[in-house]
C-alpha cells in the first residue's frame, strides 16, 4: 500500500460500547469545563455590566449596558496602588526566600545518606497535622517584636511542609544517583552537586514552587489582617478588602444614594476579583511549560 | 597509573533496626541464602573475602552472573560504597576512607550518567574545571579525548541529541580527559545495541593502547570479559570463583561454576560418572562408554590421591566432533552460524550440545530429529569431583 493510500485509510471503526462511552465523556467532560469557566466568565462579564443588570438578572452569557465605573472607582483609590506595591514586595520576598528554604530542605531530604532523615521528617510531619493556634501563633509573633512589621506576613509563609516534601518526591525520581555520583567521582563536593548539577536541573520544580508560593502569598490577608495595624502596610487583598466594606458599610444620606452605593459595592465586588486576580493570571504562561517539561531527557539510557 | 591491592574486602548492607527485632522475635536462623545473597545477622552480605593485586596498567574485568558483587566491588573501589572491613589500597595509598574525589580515579557508568544540562565539551571539561585546569589546557584535554574518541564533531551538542553509542563514547570521554590512575567501567556496553557493543568493545579494546591507565571493567557478558580483560575474576554470590587469564579460565576451570559461566554454548555436563583405577591407570566411564585418560591427566589425579568415586565429567562443545565410533545422540535442534552448526543432541536423556564446523560438511543431514555420531578428545575433557571443583 502506498503512504498516500495508507493515510487516506479510514479511521478505525469504533465498537458500539466505545461510541456510547466517548460521547458520555464528552459530555461530562464539557459540563465539567463549564461548571468552571462559566463562574470566571460570569465575574468578567458582571464587573463591566450595569450593576442593575447584573441584581435583575440579565447579565447570562454577555455583558449588558457595558461600564467601567467600578474600575474607575477601585483604580481611583490610591490604597490600591499601595496595596499593589506591598503585595509585590511581600510576594518577591517570600518567593525568594521561600526557594532558598525549601529547596536546599527538599534535596537534603530527598537524599537517602542524610543523618537523621527519620527524625527529620517527622520534625516537618509534625506541624503538618497540629497547629499551635491562632492566639499562641499571635503571641510568638508578638514576642519576636513582628508585630505591625513586614516579617509577620514573610516570615511564617516561607516553608510550607507540603511543597517541601513535593521538592523531595521531586529529587527523589527526577535526579537519578548516577548522576550525582558521576559528579562526586568527577570531583564535586555536596555543594558543588548542588549549585552546578542539581539546581540547573530542577527549573521544573523551582518554577512550580516559585508560582505556588506566590500564589499563597498574593491571595492571602488573614496574617495581614491579624498582624498589621498600618494601613501604608496593607497587601492588595486587605486593601480590597476594605474598600469593599466600606462601600457596603457607608451607607446614608437619601435613598437614591443608597441604592447607588448598594449597586457600586456589588460591582466592585467583581471588579476586586478581577484587579487582585490579572497579575497572577499573567505570570501563569510563563511557568506553564516548566510543569510537565521533562529536563532529564538525554541523560540516562534510552 | 597505578596498582591497586584488595585485602579481604567485605561489603555487608546491615538489617534495618526494624528487621534486626523481627529477626529475633523468629528465633535464630543465623544464616540462610536467599536467592544468591547471603543474609546473616549482621546483614546482607554482598561481598566478602576479595583478595585481589591489580598491577600498573592491567586491565581486570570482575564477571559474574547478576547479584554476584561485581559492581559492589567496583563500587567500593570508586568509593561510592562503603567498604564494612578490609584494605584498599590505591598505589600505596590506604583509601578505604578517602572521598571519591581525593581517589584519582574516573568512572563510566552503565546508565552514560551525562549532564543532560550541559554540552558535550561541558561534560567533559566538568572534571578538569572543578580542578581548577587552565582554560587553554582543558580545551586541549577536551579536544584530545574526543578526537581519541571520534566525536569531536558532536561537542556543542547536549546529550539528548546524541544516540546510545555517541553517549557512552562522551561517558568514556569524560572519564579519560581527567588521565585518571584508574579507570573503572560498570557494564559500560550493556545498554547498546548487539552490533554497537561489538563496534564499542573493540574500541575499547584500542582506547586502551592509547591511554596507559589501570583498567577495571565489570560486566556479566563472558564474551566481553574473556576479549578484553589480561585477567579475569570470575566471581558468584560475593565470593571470587577464580582469577585467571581468558586462557586460564577457560582451558583450566578451576570448579563447575567457572567452566559453565564461562565458554559459549556453555560446557557439557555428564553427572555421575564412575571413576576408576586399574593398575595406576584412570578411566572414567561416560554414557555407558569407558574412557580412557590420558598419561598427563593420570599424574594430575594420581598427584592429587584421586580413589575411585562418582564424577561430572565436563567438555566443551567445541571439543567434539562427528565420528562414526563414538556416542549417538538424537538431533533436537540444529543452529546454523554461518562457519559453524551448533547441533542440540539428546544422548540417553542428556542434552548434549557439540558446535561442528560448516567446511565441508553436508548440512542438511544433520537437521532437527536425525541420528548423530559423535565423540571427543579424553585429553580436553574436565573432571569435578563431587564438591564440585575440577580435580585435574
Known sequence: MSVKAAAKRAPIRLSAGDKVFYTINTIFLALMAII?????????????????????????????????AGFKRILQETSIWRGYLNTIIYTGLTVILSLVVTIPA???????????????MIYFIIPMFFGGGLIPFYNVMSSLGLINNIWAIVLPSILSVWNLFMTKTFFETSIPDGLVEAAKIDGAGEYRVFTSLVLPLSKAILAVMALYYAIGQWNSYFNAMIFLQNENMYPLQLVLKEILIASESTMGGTGETILEQYRMA??????????????????????????????MIGSLKG | MASLTLKDIKKVYPNSEEKKSKKKKKGDEPEKQKANLQITDEGVVAVQQFSLDIADKEFIVLVGPSGCGKSTTLRMIAGLEEISSGELYIGDRLVNDVAPKDRDIAMVFQSYALYPHMTVYDNMAFSLKLKKTPKAEIDKKVREAAEILDITQYLDRKPKALSGGQRQRVAIGR???????????????????????NQMRAEIIKLRQKINTTFIYVTHDQTEAMTLGDRIVIM?????????????????????????????????????????????????????????????????????????CSVTLGIRPVHMQLDEGGFTGKIDVSEMMGSELHLHMNVQGNDVVAVIPTAGLDVSAHSIGKSVNFSFNPALCHLFGEDGNNLL
Open chain 1, 36 to 68: 468552571v469557566i462559566y463562574p470566571l466568565y460570569f465575574i468578567v462579564i458582571a464587573s463591566i455590566s450595569d450593576p442593575d443588570a447584573v441584581l435583575g438578572g440579565q447579565v447570562i452569557l454577555y455583558p449588558v449596558q457595558i461600564t467601567m
Open chain 1, 106 to 120: 527538599g534535596w537534603g531530604l530527598s537524599r537517602k545518606t542524610i543523618p537523621g532523615k527519620k527524625f527529620w
Open chain 1, 266 to 295: 456589588n460591582q466592585i465586588k467583581y471588579v476586586s476579583v478581577i484587579v487582585s486576580s490579572v497579575p497572577v493570571l499573567c505570570l501563569y504562561p510563563f511557568v506553564q511549560k516548566y510543569f510537565s517539561q521533562g529536563v
Open chain 2, 175 to 197: 572519564a579519560i580527559v581527567r588521565e585518571p590512575k584508574v579507570l573503572l567501567m560498570d557494564e559500560p556496553l550493556s545498554n547498546l545495541d548487539a552490533k554497537l557493543r
Open chain 2, 236 to 308: 558468584k554470590d560475593g565470593f571470587i570463583q577464580q582469577i585467571g587469564t581468558p586462557q586460564e579460565v577457560f582451558n583450566h576451570p578451576i570448579n563447575l561454576f567457572v567452566a559453565g559461566f564461562i565458554g559459549t554454548p556453555q560446557m557439557n555436563f555428564f553427572e555421575n560418572c564412575a571413576l576408576s583405577v586399574d593398575a595406576g591407570k584412570y578411566s572414567v566411564e561416560v554414557l555407558g562408554k569407558k574412557i580412557a585418560l590420558t598419561e598427563g591427566q593420570n599424574k594430575a589425579l594420581a598427584a592429587k590421591g584421586v580413589k575411585p
